[in-house]
């Protein structure tokens, strides 16, 4: 009990392995959705194994800790939490001005096949015209 203990505020074991869930790993839904449910915990070495036997890698996971001298940088403050929501943040901020100019791309598109659209038919029109009053 004392090589393998959970600190008492949180006291969890992996659901795989039975051993304490010590180390706190946060990886991307899209990765953990593929090995895992959302409910499910799992320690990092059996988080490892999963990604093995489902053929995945994960090179962005952080992990937290916080023991009585040991911690994790990102639970030794508000500060470098907040750190971490910014660049999450900053991240969908990128990835939505990406969809909006895909989005301005459509629409020019769209004025494109519009404009190409009168043309044609513009076109088919003097054509009709022409044609009938040859006849
Ligand atoms: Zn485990």
């Not at 996971?61 to 929501?85: D, H, I, T, V």
Request: hydrophobic share 40%; with cysteine; charged share 30%.
């Amino acid at each position: 009990m004392t090589d393998n203990r959970t600190r008492p505020e949180y006291d969890l074991t992996c659901q795989d392995c039975g051993k304490a869930h010590i180390l706190d790993t946060s990886l991307p839904s899209e990765i953990w959705n593929q090995i895992a449910k959302p409910e499910d915990v799992l320690c990092a070495l059996c988080i490892d194994a999963r990604l093995v036997k489902t053929g995945l890698t994960c090179d962005v996971a952080e992990f937290y800790f916080s023991g009585q001298a040991l911690k994790s940088r990102l639970y030794g403050g508000a500060s470098n939490f907040e750190a971490a929501l910014r660049q999450r943040a900053e991240a969908a901020e990128e990835r939505a001005g990406l969809f909006e100019d895909l989005a301005d791309g459509r629409q020019a598109l769209m004025a494109d096949i519009a404009a190409e659209r009168d043309a044609l038919l513009a076109l088919a029109a003097a054509d009709a015209a022409g044609k009938r009053r040859e006849t």
